[in-house]
């Protein structure tokens, strides 16, 4: 059985990027409606239902499932023995960064979420040999950043022995330890030694005096690991800041990392900052949000306000609907000075508003009345017929559709737009 000293169980895969790719494909390949219910992990002999969708990504229905597999156990799919194929949190913000182009943070993604897994995994004595609970078993990269000489480092040979010393299976598992290590961003290969980069300081020193709470289950550590976000995860804060950073350090123009390249990060966090604060008008004046980056408060008052009002556009006469259809408009600008009431974040400073709206809104051709009722600018005569002045000017002198609270924007917040945007 696997040994923390000579024996380090490892399953025959690898977390090379190009394998991630691959799996990438076949999760495509997945949601397609042949696929849904599809086992992917049954019997190969004779299913040709098997070969086709291996054949999609190029390779043999054996190297299929160990590549899946393989990306269960590091974190980027969520476990199970059916299609579709459905990425974790982890993976679900590696896969749209990827998508979007920015592949430099999309590869910090894989490097992190590689380390969480490497993090929570343990050897234990039972026939499956390894867990994802680090309560049931010794966590090797705890052992292995506790063991390390006084330059972080340990020599290859030594590597060897401790992976492979005294192991009793067919192979050994040295090497693909050493390329998960390297992968993950945490060690260097350099003169015959792996050297700790000095990557996550604070996430290692938390794993290095890490004691796993028994009172977590497997379940429990699933989606942690699935998402390391969630209040139960030991690593939250850690892993937050570290996506804060990887947002900040960004060298692109503020407005493109904000709502392209890094919205996934900021997006993870404030989805989770939403869940764990407690309602309140004025979120900017909550403690919780203390630590957060200005971008990640704002997310997430947009996240309440979207769902506020159901992911309706408040607009009468508009019937756009759906989350990733609507955004959350300011009323009182968040760039304007802060008055008496703080407004940036406030719970009833905004309007759940499609993309056209919110455009038409923010320019000032309508505003609301102090009774919550569309009123639009005569500046609406100077443009073309189109559905979105149709939409707003069939909406005069009606109400904005109710909020699921039933509580309505403060009057003050109107005045301001009426008085600031709007165009008369």
């Known amino acids: 059985m696997a040994s923390i000293n000579g024996d380090w169980f490892h399953s025959r895969s690898s977390s090379n990027w190009d394998e991630l790719l691959t799996v990438r494909t076949l999760v495509l390949e997945s949601q397609k409606p042949e696929y849904i219910g599809f086992g992917w992990s049954g019997g190969r002999?004779?299913?040709?239902k098997m070969h086709r969708f291996a054949a999609t990504a190029g390779i043999q229905p054996s190297t299929m499932q160990t590549k899946i597999r393989a990306m269960i156990r590091y974190g980027f799919i969520r476990d199970g023995n059916a299609c579709p194929l459905v990425w974790t949190r982890m993976g679900s913000l590696?896969?749209?960064?990827y998508t979007v182009g920015n592949i430099a943070v999309s590869k910090q993604v894989y490097e992190l979420t590689l380390?969480?897994?490497l993090a929570i995994y343990a050897f234990n004595n039972t026939k499956a040999q390894y867990s994802l609970n680090p309560a049931k078993g010794k966590m090797p990269l705890k052992f292995?950043?506790?063991i390390l000489d006084s330059n972080n480092s340990i020599s290859l040979k030594e590597f060897a022995v401790l992976v492979d010393g005294n192991t009793k299976r067919v192979g050994n598992n040295n090497s693909y330890w050493r390329i998960d290590l390297i992968n993950s961003g945490l060690f260097q290969e350099a003169n015959s030694r792996l050297y700790y980069t000095q990557k996550y300081k604070q996430f290692v020193n938390e794993i290095k005096s890490f004691t796993p709470n028994p009172l977590l289950t497997d379940n429990d550590w699933q989606a942690i690991r699935d998402n390391p976000l969630i209040d139960a995860s030991p690593f939250k804060s850690s892993i937050k800041e570290i996506f804060e950073t990887i947002v900040q350090q960004q060298n692109v123009e503020e407005q493109i990392t904000d709502e392209i390249y890094t919205a996934p990060l900021v997006n993870a966090v404030s989805e989770q900052e939403e869940l764990q604060t407690p309602e309140v008008d004025i979120l900017s004046t909550d403690t919780r949000f203390s630590q957060s980056t200005r971008r990640v408060r704002v997310a997430t008052w947009s996240i309440r306000i979207k769902?506020?009002?159901n992911y309706l556009c408040a607009v009468p006469n508009c019937d756009v609907n759906g989350q990733i259809f609507v955004e959350a408009a300011?009323?009182?600008p968040d760039n304007a000075t802060e008055d008496t009431i703080p407004h940036r974040t406030h719970i009833l400073n905004g309007l759940c508003l499609c993309r056209h709206c919110h455009i038409a809104f923010d320019k000032g051709y309508f505003s609301l009345t102090d009774g919550h009722k569309i009123i639009a600018s005569i500046k609406f005569n100077e443009i073309p017929e189109q559905s979105i002045k149709s939409v707003i000017l069939s909406s005069v002198n009606q109400k904005i559709k109710n909020r699921i609270d039933s509580r309505l924007p403060l009057?003050?917040?109107?005045?301001f737009h009426r008085a600031n945007r709007f165009r008369g």
């Open 94 to 97: 590696w896969n749209d960064l």
């Open 307 to 309: 769902k506020k009002y």
């Open 115 to 117: 380390t969480i897994s």
């Open 411 to 415: 009057v003050e917040f109107i005045q």
């Open 144 to 146: 292995l950043l506790n």
């Open 330 to 332: 300011h009323i009182k």
């Open 45 to 48: 002999q004779g299913n040709k």
